[in-house]
T-cell receptor
Framework: EDQVTQSPEALRLQEGESSSLNCSYTVSGLRGLFWYRQDPGKGPEFLFTLYSAGEEKEKERLKATLTKKESFLHITAPKPEDSATYLCAVQATSNTGNQFYFGTGTSLTVIP | DSGVTQTPKHLITATGQRVTLRCSPRSGDLSVYWYQQSLDQGLQFLIQYYNGEERAKGNILERFSAQQFPDLHSELNLSSLELGDSALYFC??????????????FGPGTRLTVT
């Protein structure tokens, strides 16, 4: 069964304390892996797309990496404004067209 | 602001009723996606339309249907509503380029409460 699992469910960091979020996936026909940020009561905001193992993308304090089985979102020296839920999603092929599977997210709180 | 608009923001209705949720994609985007987000399940992909045609189907119930109109806006119709249909419904859009893998831009969502 295709699925996406994120860990940890919640993470509290002191401002400046770097850490990593994990996204593991088991899908057949992976077309791409996406990271989104979601603030309470709002729609997910696109961060990164990764297509193949070994690929890395960076944006400000965030860096996403991809292996054949998982992806990491590294947060370097986080600030309180980085507090949000981070969602991982994969796009996979299927008999009924491309499918999109989301993890349940990691809720990040950065304490000043 | 992603450029994707959804109406209404909130909707409260009773069991057994039918509602229609509306989505306008970003300017230039041809694909529209619908998702359901409930507290216990996270985001569930329902259906994708591309330039008016159904392109992919996910976990969409038979009581639910969608369509995309010539002006590219989309509507999600939910009928015979049950308490368990209460959720946030998101619409997303994307531009389809030479690659079939593309990021999606999400609207602010419609919160549906079924009483």
């Amino acid at each position: 069964e295709d699925q996406v699992t994120q860990s940890p469910e919640a993470l509290r960091l002191q401002e400046g304390e770097s850490s990593s979020l994990n996204c593991s996936y088991t899908v057949s026909g992976l077309r791409g892996l996406f990271w989104y940020r979601q603030d309470p009561g709002k729609g997910p905001e696109f961060l990164f797309t990764l297509y193949s193992a070994g690929e890395e993308k960076e944006k400000e304090r965030l860096k996403a990496t991809l292996t054949k089985k998982e992806s990491f979102l590294h947060i370097t020296a986080p600030k309180p404004e980085d507090s949000a839920t981070y969602l991982c999603a994969v796009q996979a092929t299927s008999n009924t067209g491309n499918q999109f599977y989301f993890g349940t997210g990691t809720s990040l709180t950065v304490i000043p | 602001d992603s450029g994707v608009t959804q109406t209404p923001k909130h909707l409260i209705t009773a069991t057994g009723q039918r509602v229609t949720l509306r989505c306008s994609p970003r300017s230039g985007d041809l694909s529209v996606y619908w998702y359901q987000q409930s507290l216990d399940q996270g985001l569930q992909f329902l259906i994708q339309y591309y330039n008016g045609e159904e392109r992919a189907k996910g976990n969409i119930l038979e009581r639910f249907s969608a369509q995309q109109f010539p002006d590219l806006h989309s509507e999600l119709n939910l009928s015979s509503l049950e308490l368990g249909d209460s959720a946030l419904y998101f619409c997303a859009s994307s531009v389809v380029g030479t690659s079939e893998t593309y990021e999606q831009y999400f609207g602010p969502g419609t919160r549906l409460t079924v009483t």
